[in-house]
């Protein structure tokens, strides 16, 4: 399973941006599709965590935010972010739990600028 996040860019502050990840290979067994934040010099967090019928999960620091969603059709996951903040800054990765692989693919990550 190959990811492929895009739709980063540089916004400022109150903003808002739409990423998506898109899924290629052999897909079927994806399950949990999640989106990290990784900013400057730091541990890389989950922000996102949706299940395959569709039900997400945030971090407290993004809720009432971001909203993740997914199509399954498409083995595509998009986060869209509103009201962006400073804080927000840095490269957001996708993640997917693979069953048949018994493991978690990464994609290279988008990154996400907000600026004063």
């Known amino acids: 399973v190959q990811l492929v996040e895009s739709g980063g860019g540089l916004v400022q502050v109150g903003g808002s941006l739409n990423l998506s990840c898109t899924a290629s290979?052999?897909?079927?067994?994806?399950?949990?599709m999640s989106w990290y934040h990784q900013a400057p010099g730091k541990q890389r967090d989950l922000v996102a965590a949706?299940?395959?019928?569709?039900?997400?999960d945030y971090a407290d620091s993004v809720r009432g935010r971001f909203t993740a969603s997914r199509d399954n059709a498409k083995s595509t996951l998009y986060l869209q972010m509103k009201n962006l903040k400073l804080e927000d800054t840095g490269v957001y990765y996708c993640?997917?739990?693979?069953?048949?692989?018994?493991?978690?693919?990464w994609g290279r990550g988008t990154q996400v600028t907000v600026s004063s």
């Open positions: 993640n997917a739990a693979d069953v048949y692989s018994g493991g978690r693919h």
């Open positions: 290979g052999t897909t079927r067994g994806i399950t949990r």
């Open positions: 949706i299940t395959r019928a569709g039900k997400a």
